[in-house]
T-cell receptor, first 112, second 113 residues
């Protein structure tokens, strides 16, 4: 079974802190994705990566950056957390079929 | 622009009743279509997918979906709902060679005992 893990299920941070969300997949997938999920808005793509050190902006990249130094790991960075970044963050990797994505359990981030 | 619409925010059905969740998409070419389910506090799990061929596709947990090109729809169905089906359901469209997915806003299913 494909496994996508995220470093934390719940996280509470203060405004202005630098926040790292980590995602690891164990299936040697090339593509990885970060989404945020908000009620009524579904999933919105923040960034994705199609190879090590390669990244592209998604639909809502403002306030976020990413890092992919190893194929299995894709990190989402909030340089200076703000309250409007309070959300559920989901990581996914692509494999199996052309567009089939496998999701991690999510990290619920609260910024106070 | 490509988009996915799930017109129902919430749906409530009785256990044992049939279910249909609606999904409409806007995309110029033949779409690649998915349904995902998210149980409370969990990530998304793939229920089924359509790439080509037979327009009625079977998925896990007894779900099926039918692709109707003329209506730009990909509705999810289940003949008899179980209490464990209570969750949020997302329709998604795959687009171009970037392998990105566009998701609908989700439908929350509640199951009455």
């Amino acid at each position: 079974d494909v496994k996508v893990t995220q470093s934390s299920r719940y996280l509470v941070k203060r405004t202005g802190e630098k926040v790292f969300l980590e995602c690891v997949q164990d299936m040697d997938h090339e593509n990885m994705f970060w989404y945020r999920q908000d009620p009524g808005l579904g999933l919105r793509l923040i960034y994705f990566s199609y190879d090590v050190k390669m990244k592209e902006k998604g639909d809502i990249p403002e306030g976020y950056s990413v890092s992919r130094e190893k194929k299995e790991r894709f990190s989402l960075i909030l340089e200076s957390a703000s309250t409007n970044q309070t959300s559920m963050y989901l990581c996914a990797s692509r494999g199996g079929g052309p567009w089939e994505q496998y999701f991690g359990p999510g990290t619920r981030l609260t910024v106070t | 622009a490509q988009s996915v619409t799930q017109p129902d925010i919430h749906i409530t059905v009785s256990e044992g009743a049939s279910l249909e969740l609606r999904c409409n998409y806007s995309y110029g070419a033949t779409p690649y279509l998915f349904w995902y389910v998210q149980s409370p506090g969990q990530g998304l799990q793939l229920l089924l997918k359509y790439f080509s061929g037979d327009t009625l596709v079977q998925g896990i947990k007894g779900f099926e979906a039918e692709f109707k090109r003329s209506q730009s729809s990909f509705n999810l169905r289940k003949p008899s709902v179980h209490w464990s089906d209570a969750a949020e359901y997302f329709c998604a469209v795959g687009m171009d060679s970037s392998y990105k997915l566009i998701f609908g806003s989700g439908t929350r299913l509640l199951v009455r005992p």
